[in-house]
């Protein structure tokens, strides 16, 4: 009886955290993913300023959610990074995501300078580089979807940009929705994802490519399907990925940080998957 007892103690402040957090990132996959679809619908200057609402809102929740080493100097790195990056590729459109490769390779001796530049509190430097890494890359990565649009035109840019964009986060908050009601079987016990979320995700992001893409010359029935359901299944997979981080690293003390750290389940699947939607378009174009 004993044990039992102990084991209902230790799991429930788990499964409470972790059910809230659903919530927040229901809210934020809403807000951002909704921005960016009726953006990319309206034009591309409204795309590049909702790129770079997401690229801010990922910054903050990452640095401080993450309570990574070296925050300040990791926070400046992101905001040249993602100041460059949307600059080259509004600048440079008919070079495909070719500008960005500089963006990446100077960000890399940046954030060796940043390492070095933090003195006495150098410590946890591996931590601090690979967090610093993956904010780089999540800075520069959602500029995929302004060269998605340039890519198919005017007319139909904006269409299969929000395509995109809507099984994205579509998946992502039908992912939250069914785990905040039903998270089974579960992959983990403190980690309150299911599978019948990721199966909910790839199927509502298969109608969504339906339903936007059904219409395209380029795309039609069964590409427009397999798109949706693709980046919708990946939507799915990267939010199981994030819940397993949030779960498993060492909570911020400050509760800004607390506050934000629910929204890297939203934005970082939504940053990290736009280059693997401009790829796979692209493909099914050619």
């Known amino acids: 009886m004993t044990r039992v007892t102990d084991a209902t103690t230790t799991e429930e402040p788990v499964l409470e955290d972790v059910s809230l957090w659903l919530v927040v990132t229901f809210v934020a996959a809403a807000l951002v993913g909704g ?11 409204a795309l590049l300023a909702a790129v770079a609402a997401t690229q801010a809102v990922f910054a903050l929740a990452w640095v401080f959610g993450t309570a990574m080493p070296g925050r300040k100097g990791a926070l400046v790195i992101a905001v040249a990074a993602a100041v460059a990056a ?4 509004s600048v440079w459109p008919r070079d495909r995501l ?9 960000a890399i001796p940046a954030m060796f ?4 530049l933090r003195g006495a509190a150098r410590v946890q430097v591996v931590a601090s580089l690979s967090a610093t890494a993956l904010l780089v890359f999540g800075e520069v990565a959602p500029t995929a979807l302004l060269q998605l649009r340039h890519e198919f035109g005017t007319k139909a840019g ?4 929000a395509a995109a964009v809507a099984a994205i986060a ?3 908050v039908i992912g939250c929705l069914v785990d905040m009601l039903l998270p089974a079987p579960r992959f983990d016990q403190t980690v309150g994802r299911g599978l019948l979320a990721l199966i909910a995700s790839a199927g509502l992001g298969g109608s969504l490519g339906y339903l936007t893409l059904r219409d395209q010359a380029q795309f039609g029935v069964r590409s427009g399907t397999f798109a949706g359901g693709s980046l919708g299944a990946l939507a799915g997979l990267m939010a199981i990925a994030c819940s397993f981080v949030l ?10 940080g607390r506050s ?4 890297i389940g939203a934005v970082l699947p939504i940053v990290v998957i736009a280059p693997v939607a401009f790829l796979l378009c692209l493909a099914i174009r050619s």
């Open 86 to 89: 949307d600059v080259v590729t």
């Open 158 to 161: 904006g269409t299969v940009t």
């Open 98 to 106: 070719d500008p960005l490769l500089p963006v990446l390779a100077l």
């Open 35 to 45: 921005g960016l679809w009726l953006a990319a619908r309206d034009s591309a200057t």
């Open 113 to 116: 300078v940043h390492q070095l």
């Open 170 to 172: 579509g998946a992502l």
């Open 247 to 256: 779960a498993t690293t060492a909570k911020p003390h400050a509760w800004l």
């Open 260 to 263: 934000l750290r629910p929204v």
